[in-house]
């Protein structure tokens, strides 16, 4: 199990992120469960910045993290 904890500072776009990315890592041949870890990942890097659209992170960030906790 991956935790990330972050500095929260806006979540407006975490869901839009998470339904965003779980998706596209689905159907890219992912597992299911690769798949929700990225996009949990991805939704809490999104809370971790101002903004909407301008908060949520490249694949390159989330990758980055992923490959930390791995």
Do not use: H
């Not at 971790?48 to 490959?67: C, H, L, M, W, Y």
Request: charged residues 20%.
């Amino acid at each position: 199990m991956i935790i990330t904890f972050v500095d929260v500072q806006d979540t407006t776009a975490a869901g839009n992120c998470f339904v965003g990315v779980l998706p596209q890592d689905w159907t890219a041949a992912c597992r299911w469960k690769a798949a929700m870890r990225r996009a949990s990942i991805a939704a809490a890097l999104t809370c971790s910045r101002k903004g909407s659209q301008s908060s949520i992170p490249e694949r390159r960030a989330t990758d980055s993290v992923e490959n930390r906790c791995n």
